[in-house]
Each structure stands twice: as structure tokens, then as C-alpha cells.
């Protein structure tokens, strides 16, 4: 069932290549939806698709890429879908 996910990182996640990663691992699981930085130092995204592609995202957002340190991840499920057609990075 297709559904979408709001995901706020917390910890060392920015200046560390969360944003790219993150958009290579949605691509990876066939996810559209975006992620940016957030200016309270978290990494913020939203990602539609399969539930089980989506919790493979939040997964992976508690590890995050090689240098960066999580501390917390909220999540946020919805059957809400917003359309997304791509998966970007926003600035």
C-alpha cells in the first residue's frame, strides 16, 4: 500500500552528506518525495511509496551515512499522498 512518510533527523546530520545519501537510498527503494536541511541543525523529508520501502528509509535515516552521529529520528505516517514525482533535494 502506498503511503508517506515525514522523517526529521536529529544529531550530527548536517554537513555530512545526509541529504545526498538520503536521496540515493530513496531512489534505491523507488521513492519520490524530497529532503533539506533544516535550519535547527536537523535533516527533514518527505518520501511516498510501498510501506515497506518507506521503513527501509527510516531505517537506514538512524544509521545515515558513514560520518554522520544520529541521535533521533521522528517518523510520521500518513495515507495521505501528496504526488511527488522525483526525489529532490531542497534547499
Not at 508517506?4 to 536521496?23: A, D, P, S
Not at 524530497?34 to 538512524?62: F, I, R
Not at 544509521?63 to 495515507?79: D, I, T
Request: negative net charge; charged residues 35%; proline residues 1%.
Amino acid at each position: 500500500m502506498q503511503k508517506l512518510v515525514k522523517i526529521k533527523v536529529f544529531g550530527q546530520v548536517q554537513g555530512v552528506c545526509f541529504r545526498e545519501n538520503t536521496k540515493r537510498k530513496a531512489e534505491e527503494l523507488g521513492l519520490v518525495g524530497w529532503v533539506q536541511n533544516v535550519s535547527d541543525g536537523s535533516v527533514y523529508a518527505e518520501a511516498e511509496g510501498e510501506e515497506v520501502d518507506l521503513e527501509k528509509l527510516t531505517e537506514w535515516c538512524h544509521q545515515g551515512p558513514k560520518f554522520a552521529q544520529v541521535e533521533r529520528v521522528e517518523e510520521e505516517y500518513s495515507e495521505k499522498l501528496l504526488n511527488y514525482k522525483d526525489f529532490c533535494i531542497k534547499f
